[in-house]
């Protein structure tokens, strides 16, 4: 437990209080550490040229020196004074996707403190698209670094009470939008080779970055093994496949669990909580998988302290980048029926 007093401040998400804004931009640039809502999930934001504010970053945090952060600027204007070119690809895609939730990876202009990339040549850098962030980012003044607002191995925040279950005490300000809209992590698409190659799956699609390049989607690579560390605190199991075979095979997980005397919980869509014994979570809605990735962040820290979690997974419901996410932190996929 750190020995600051965290502030929370309610900010309107989509009118910020311009005075409310200034201030806690004013902290920002004198080296405070401030967490604010993005459309993916709540980042913790940091003066990025202030080395103390960064080291305070990353021991807030408990990050990895070696895990370089994100810059955030409030608009694609801030850009050439930190990277050292711009691709024309990423100009297309920038035009395309900023604001938004894709972080472009350029060569940096190698400007800001070590400590920022962690001693990397290059420099990720994405503008938000939330009234919050973009107001907040401007009234600082300053280039803004925000990794998530979560402790390092956990799952990303996406409510100011999530940010506050992890932070509390070690970082000075939580302004508070509500509930992030996409609930997961940007995009993050490496540019500085000549193929482009997505380090981090998001929202933004391998697809809809191959069609805005002019490329087939076949060119851009994907890293098989993404950066994020583990973040499941309990022992995960997605279950997969069709909602009548996935339901049965969760039930008798659940029953075996309680015969270990395990305490277990489960990750349903919101139509099928009643279907199970408790404690049971809905999290979005069947077919809708852009409700689930909202939900889904909240969902696992609702039940992390029991011994397992059960997600159920029908094909259609969790979308492929949750579903790729869960895949990653799980201790089983267990796939049932005929899912794909
Ligand atoms: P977060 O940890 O929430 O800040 O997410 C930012 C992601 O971008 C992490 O997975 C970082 O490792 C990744 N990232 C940031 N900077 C770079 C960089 N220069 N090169 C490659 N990946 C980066
Ligand atoms: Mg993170």
Not at 86 to 109: C, D, E, N, Q, Y
Not at 127 to 155: D, E, M, W
Not at 240 to 254: D, H, S, T
Request: hydrophobic letters at 45%; proline letters at 9%.
């Amino acid at each position: 437990m750190g020995t600051l007093s965290t502030a929370v401040w309610r900010v309107d998400a989509a009118r910020p209080d311009p005075a409310v804004l200034a201030e806690a931009g004013s902290l920002v640039r004198k080296g405070k550490l401030v967490a604010f809502p993005t459309e993916t999930v709540y980042g913790l934001g940091a003066n990025a040229l202030d080395p103390d504010a960064i080291g305070a970053l990353f021991a807030a945090k408990g990050r990895p020196a070696d895990n370089p952060l994100t810059l955030h600027l409030a608009a694609v204007e801030g850009l050439p004074s930190y990277v050292a070119e711009i691709p024309v690809l990423a100009s297309r895609l920038m035009k395309a996707f900023w604001p938004g939730p894709l972080t472009i990876v350029f060569k940096s202009a190698g400007n800001l403190p070590r400590a920022v990339t962690g001693g990397l040549e290059t420099i990720a850098v994405r503008v938000p698209a939330h009234p919050v962030a973009l107001g907040l980012i401007r009234a600082a003044q300053t280039p803004v670094v925000a990794p998530s607002a979560n402790l390092s191995g956990r799952p990303s925040p996406t409510t100011a009470a999530h940010v506050l279950d992890d932070l509390a005490g070690r970082i000075h300000l939580v302004l508070d939008g509500g509930p992030t809209p996409i609930g997961i992590e940007s995009t993050v698409l490496d540019l500085t080779d000549e193929c482009p190659m997505i380090l981090r799956a998001g929202m933004v699609t391998k697809e809809q970055i191959a069609a805005v390049s002019g490329v087939a989607p076949e060119t851009v690579r994907e890293a098989v093994i993404e950066q994020n560390p583990d973040w499941s605190r309990c022992r995960l199991i997605l279950v997969e496949g069709p909602p009548g075979p996935a339901a049965q095979e969760v039930l008798r997980l659940y029953e075996k669990f309680a015969l270990e005397n395990k305490t277990t919980g489960i990750v349903t869509r919101e139509e099928r909580v009643g279907y199970y014994p408790g404690p049971v979570v809905g999290c979005g809605r069947a077919g809708d998988a852009g409700s689930v990735a909202a939900g889904i962040y909240a969902a696992i820290r609702q039940l992390e302290n029991l011994d397992v979690i059960l997600v159920e997974s029908a094909p259609g419901d969790l979308g492929p980048v949750v579903q790729q996410r869960l895949r990653r932190v799980a201790f089983q996929v267990i796939r049932v029926g005929n899912a794909q």
